[in-house]
């Protein structure tokens, strides 16, 4: 009688409890993690490829310094909103969307330990993104760069709605990241199967539960700093008013302080997937594991000891731009060391060439020299040169880009078979895969010259005659043939959802347990309870001798016969609780306070409603009896 | 065959960038420093760069050796499921370590030579640099002098510059010469450089180095640029002496001077530019537009967006947004105004009267900017 | 339940004690300050005192002492991540201050704490940033603390702002008449006056000749030349009277205040300034004139068109003539020009009598006129303002 | 105890035992632990905020003019004593004690509305002195910072009076404690929280 499941099973009076299993009702409704994923992964592709058309006429625009593709407003707008959905709406959900749908098959559990506040995290962060771009057809998109430095951000500077959608937008997206990285901790700590130790989860669970830790860390400063600018603009307060005594330096503290974790946040979950796929692909152990674990930790712990590296020309002085510097390369050491980690992965392996393993490899090419530029940067001296130029564009998107993005195309072709029952091209996917990798290196290669040679970001355009054309022009192109690759994915996507070839639950031969359930896995996940006693469980089960180990008994997993498997009910409140946020910040933003108040009063009901609701659901039970509600 | 035409392209497609490469000198670019502390950054790349270099050799070797040694066979055997090797595992900590050691210590020696505070003597530059939307004031309090966005100073000297900024974060700088700093409001922010003691540019008699903001400051960002000219000191000092008692010319023989001195109080110039040849002892317009004194002295106009030709001027002024969307100048004209052309080139040949020996003829620019 | 041994009800009345002794303590060490203790070793009680207190609840209240390890090890992970990164950040803002305090051109001023009057403090502080953007502009940066350069006296340093350039310099051509004026102050003068003058013509309805000779007396004590003027102001003052009287009751439109401060000190500020005075001989005054346009016959039109289609040619503002040029400003949104406009109407004076905001929709009538800027001027002479 | 529904009772009441969990932690008072470590930060960034801008307001009133130190003392010492309420409260419903439970559990929500009731005082009192958050750095970073924790006392405030309530609707035993503990931890959060506050913001300031 260790644990605490909510007892609380008084039925909603007002919503009674949806039951569909299909439709939009299904979905708006829904706590199932395997849809939720699906959904955050849906939404964080389509704003990727918002974002990427944005990139496109960012490109364009600085194809020749006499381009007037776009107005310099135009061109802020376009920067910022390609930045804030790459960051906030695309990359790091496609992260947390990846955890949704399989942390738990990982794990051996049925669901994320909260399953409505998961919904509620997926909703509030969908709303949220979407409220940020209703900006562009509600008098203009925020066009203060990601960071937004005060004092940008303040009514005298920029009157237009811009900056409220990106700070309520992005408040409200933040709550639902937290609540998410609080649920995926709980269900990583209390809900792995039996036998599996910490020493014996899967990299990529151990990376989402180092990046959780991180989020909770991280996004409270950047919810305060939004708080601050959302009061000074709405309520009038003095935060960042310079004429009051204010120091704008404050926000750039507040904002590095989450905005480097951020970057962590973000690749993190990317070293998980590239953890599980280059064992799988090399029929071979992860070398080092507790070493990529510990580094792990280690990367998580001084990430938030490095903020200031932003900052370096701020004039901090010497001797704080001397301790973030050395912060900064501690930090190096070791993402080193998960690179030749990975080597050692491959060494000795039997490595077959497959889509996903083309994207690892040029992950850690392009991961490597990120790394290499990420030393530069880190050296104050000479961060005061390129600090703020293309040097440093082309370095976070060799690590945010490269790094992240193409580890995470790598997944959705890795996991696509387990999240469709279908097969993507391998034909197609190499294709793709060669020509988005050779397009990437062509758009952000040149960039590290075009800083050298003096070129700052965020200009729409920039000095003609001082070395830069040719390198802008061979950036543009390569972001053309990038586009050309990222077509051809979505072709494949496409394909493969209607006429992809149909596998069975293990069609690359892994190691993990989600490949033990069918493909796609049915929605109460395992028949069985796993049983787990060894790091690769279901490797162990295949190949026993070449493991050492004696793999559990096929019926050591508990049946699930004396309770079934409890199936959470879906609920309304998620949804609910997310709109009246939503609502009431638009509320806020157009000075009508009444709406607010009411979307207040409604998000307090809906909280209530919440709790005295109850888990409810029924349970599935396989001892041949149907499932009963 | 279109195929021949492709296979004769690509070679040049992949070989253009590459030799372009080659050099990568330019007016603006960090690998041609030409002050003391741009060099040490410039050192400090080029340390890291060619302690990069086996770094990558190395992970790029190993890495394409495990993938052409480790690829799948037809009759590949089950590898060898080992979960690691504590001793090679140590090795490959401890060689990402001394890398990190090698490059942290220049590094940190590096911020202590060209961070640190100075104690400004009388033997300094000192130059108060503000940055507004989107222009850049520089005064010389030593000397009494406030100009805008081109910064002279003497060949050899130490320059302390103290940055601040009077609406929202800007970015000094400066490539060649030192690298940069933000001016933020209510911070005071510090810069210093050290310059040649030679020019190197002997017959112009001065160098020119370009520069430009770095940090998003919206609007015209991308034009607010800025140019440092480094003079030998004799000519300094005769730049300083023509700023603290500019010449005042009242008359002109020139009538298309006169029109323009009388065109920049009617177009209300003076009610936001001070132009202190104007009339004697007089302080015009407002302190967050550029000042215009002795403007004939300058290479640039519109934040170093254009050579101060007599064309470039009289086009900046007829149509400022479409030399530098975004900015504050209003345009002055009706785009029908039929005297819209001769005044705006009137008003350019005044300006550039301004603190020219003679008053009438534009100084011919010898600007080594290449815009 | 499981969750280890629990603490008796003995323990926590000990604990809630301490606590309540130890608070009481922090508060004498406040209240009656110890001068042996030093305000160094004060403040270091203090935090040692509140951690004490924090420590207890933690461990006695949340059981943190006897509950699972990974709870200690979360909730310490978070606050060792918390203390570091705020305490680093609070030392980031607090040491440089402290370090400037001491020397010793600052330390009397800090020693005098809140004594140090407010307009002093600014300077000491902030170099001058709670004042307006243009003053502070302005204000040369308050000398570097460690740089010490004796700034001489410039010749540039003069700082009116008046336009009064010497009289050969205004014989040069007839359109620089508008600075005529010999001296700042006299000018000054005559636009105080003059509108006085203008406003008692008003009010007896006088005869245009009566009037003009009111105001000329008025403007010749200031200069001889703005006398030519004044009949046209007075012009102004008597169409003003009917055009009050026949007022329409004000409609009760309401409008966006913020935003048209903002539209106006984005676009208009620069020449018409913050107060609206303009500046003298190149931007007319808006304040106290706007509403003078604004109550003449067609005026509220007037005013649309000249934000809409600019301004060109000589006008005269209390008997100062202005031949600057307005550019057009029908590149703004219609709702901006109408608030900017309200907000001139309204930002320096009462709102004219009558006074109906400007909405969009006023604005976009206008605009199908497409006047040139020679047009409004045009349009000037006939409302009887010139 | 059991995770079913309720319409799942009817077909045999514990027929379900408990799903299986890797840790002995229950699954709510982890997460409000991970809540609370998350918390630290937030307010931490909000005193952060106040430190760095403190001294920097350019017009009064100052923290001088206006700090009662002896009756902050009072409501911290209120708040203080909620806290050791609180425990009992726990204590009470973890022997089955629902009574003393009851009453400890209004006795900790009393004490905090007293708490809430010094605030708005002294709020009242700092605005008739002239402050506000638009007067300068100090009120500004002031009440927000102060606000917030208010705002946290009132969540909690409404959190155990809806227990309070809970447990007259439907039967408390003394398996449910975990839900008090949450809330009680919530409670002592905010508890520490202002003690962190009442040192660094208000006694500080006299020294």
Known sequence: MATAQPTVTTRGKIFNRPTWTTGIGSWLTTVDHKRLGLLYICSAFLFMLLAAGEAGLIRLQLLTPTMKIVNPDHFNQLFTMHGVTMVFLAIMPLGIGLANYFVPLQIGARDLAFPRLNAFGYWIYALGGLMIYTSWFLGGAPDVGWFAYAPLTSLSHNPGLGVDFYMFGLFISGIGTTGTAMNLIVTIINMRAPGMTMMRVPVFTWMILIMSFMVIYAFPPLTIAFIEVILDRTFGTLFFVQEAGALPILWQHLFWIFGHPEVYIIILPAFGVISEIIPTFSRKSLFGYPVMILSGILIGFMGAAVWTHHMFTTGLGPVVNTAFSLTSFVIGIPTGIKIFNWLGTMWGGSIRFTTPIIYAIAFLITFTLGGITGIMLAMPTFDAQVHDTYFVVAHFHYVMGGGALLSYLGALYYWFPKMTGRMMSERLGKIAAVITVIGFHGIFFPQHIAGLLGMPRRIQTYPAGIGLELWNALSTMGSWLMGIGLILILINVIHGLTRGKRVGNDPWDARTLEWETSSPPPYYDFEVQPVVNSLDPLWARKHPDAMHVTPPAPDAGAKYDAGGVHIPGQSWYPFLASAAIMFGCYALMYDNFILAIVCGLFFIFTIFGWAFEGVGGHHVHFDGAKEHA | MPMRWLRRALPVAFLAPLLAGCSLDGVQSIMSPAASIAREQHGLFMWTWYLSIPVMVGVFGVLIYVLFKYRRRKDDKMPDQSHGNPMTEVILTIVPIIIVIMVAVPSVRSIFRTQTVVQATSDDVVIHVTGYQWWWKFEYPQYGVTTANEMHIPAGKRVILQLNSGDVVHAFWAPRLAGKVDLIPNQDNRLWFDTDADIKDQDAGFDVYTGQCAELCLGAHAYMRFRVVVSEQDEFDDWVADFQQPTVATTATDPLVAQGRQLVATKGCIGCHNIGNYSEGMKFGQPQYPDLTNFGLRHTVGAAVLDATPENVATWIRDPQEVKPGTRMPTLWQASDPNRDQEAAAIAAYLLSLGVEGGTQAMAQASTGGN | ?386 | MSAEASSHAASGAGAHPAPYRSSKLPDVKLLMWVFLASDTMFFGSLIGTYLAYRERSLVGPFPRDLFDIPLTTVSTFVLLMSSFLMVLSLHALRQNDIGKFRLWTAGVAFFGAIFLGFQVFEFTHFAHAGLSIHQNLFGTTFFILTGTHGVHVTVGVIWLVSLLITSYVRPMKAKDAVYLEIAGLYWHFVDIVWIVIFTVVYLVEFV
């Open chain 3, 1 to 386: 339940m499981s969750d280890g041994k629990h603490t008796s009800v003995s323990t926590y009345v000990i604990v809630a004690l301490i606590l309540g002794v130890i608070t009481y303590v922090e508060f004498a060490l406040v209240e009656y300050p110890q001068a042996w203790l030093g305000s160094g070793w004060t403040i270091f009680l203090l935090v040692a005192l509140s951690i004490v207190k924090f420590v207890m609840v933690v461990m006695f209240f949340m059981h943190l002492k006897d509950d699972d390890r990974t709870y200690s090890g979360f909730f310490s992970s978070g606050m060792f991540i918390a203390l570091a990164t705020f305490v680093g950040l609070t030392a980031m803002f607090i040491l440089p201050k402290a370090v400037a305090s001491t020397r010793p051109d600052n330390r009397a001023a800090q020693e005098a704490g809140h004594a140090v009057p407010h307009e002093l403090l600014d300077n000491i502080e902030t170099r001058g940033a709670s004042r307006a953007p243009a003053e502070i502009a302005d204000t040369p940066a308050v000398a570097d603390r460690s740089v010490s350069v004796e700034a001489p006296t410039a010749p540039n340093d003069a700082s009116t702002y008046n336009v009064t350039p010497p009289a050969g310099a205004a014989a040069q051509g007839g359109a620089t008449a508008s600075t005529e004026e010999t001296e700042a102050t006299a000018s000054t003068e005559a636009t105080a006056e003059a509108p006085g003058a203008v406003e008692a013509a008003a009010e007896e309805t006088a005869t245009e000749e009566t009037a003009a000779a009111e105001s000329t007396e008025a403007a010749t004590e200031a200069d001889e030349t703005a006398s030519e003027e004044a009949p046209a102001a007075a012009e102004e003052a008597s169409a003003e009277a009917p055009a009050a009287a026949e007022a329409p009751a004000a409609a009760a439109i309401s409008w966006d205040k913020d935003h048209g401060a903002a539209v106006f000190n984005a676009n208009c500020m620069a020449c018409h300034q913050m107060t609206g005075q303009g500046i003298p001989g190149a931007f007319p005054p808006l304040a106290n004139h706007a509403v003078e346009v604004y109550a003449a016959d067609g005026g509220r039109d007037y005013l649309a068109d000249a934000v809409l289609f600019g301004l060109q040619g000589a006008i005269t503002v209390n008997g100062m003539t202005y031949n600057g040029v307005m550019p057009a400003w029908g590149h703004l949104a219609d709702a901006d020009l109408a608030d900017a406009l309200n907000h001139v109407l309204t930002a320096w004076d009462d709102e004219p009598a009558g006074f109906q905001p400007y909405v969009a929709a006023d604005i976009a009538a206008r605009r199908a006129d497409g006047l040139s800027a020679g047009d409004v001027h045009a349009k000037r002479e006939t409302l009887g303002l010139h």
